[in-house]
């Protein structure tokens, strides 16, 4: 199981769900395999790079959070629970998140290497940052890092 594409391991997993009647955990499954699909067939069945896998499983975990905060604000805590248990069975596939301490001690490193001293100068950054980061770090709080750091 260890290279296994991220399509290899939905499918295998879309299995297990489906043996142990995980009802939950198989439709959150198919969401992703239907997202990967749709980027395959844009591409005229091209295979995805990992980088838009990554992209993708964020993509989901966002709407399902947002979808899950307007539930709450309307009292639908069922279906605010289904999107959130859906975000942390997603969340399972993207790679590993840096801490708060790791991106900020990364930033660092690049603010010095760019030679960035000016807020004005935050767009070069976030763009190398992005890079750095690519799914490991929820842009928001690089954004906030960065402002602080160049503040």
């Known amino acids: 199981m260890i290279n296994m594409s991220l399509e290899e391991r939905i499918n295998a997993d879309i299995k297990k769900a489906m043996l142990a009647k995980d009802r939950e955990k198989l439709d959150s499954l198919r969401a992703i395999k239907a997202a990967i699909l749709l980027i395959k067939t844009s591409k005229s ?87 750095q980061f690519a799914g490991k770090a929820d842009n928001k709080v690089v954004s906030q890092l960065i402002k602080e750091l160049l503040g």
């Open 45 to 131: 069945g091209t295979e995805v790079s990992e980088q838009e896998e990554i992209q993708t499983l964020q993509r989901l975990v966002k709407q399902r959070k947002e979808a899950a905060l307007t539930y709450k604000e309307q009292n639908r805590q069922e279906l605010y629970d289904v999107e959130m248990s859906q975000a942390a069975i997603i969340e399972q596939y993207l790679p590993q998140q840096l801490s708060e301490e790791e991106i900020r001690q990364t930033l660092q490193t690049i603010i010095k290497d760019l030679g960035v001293t000016s807020p004005k100068d935050m767009g070069r950054v976030m763009g190398a940052a992005q890079k």
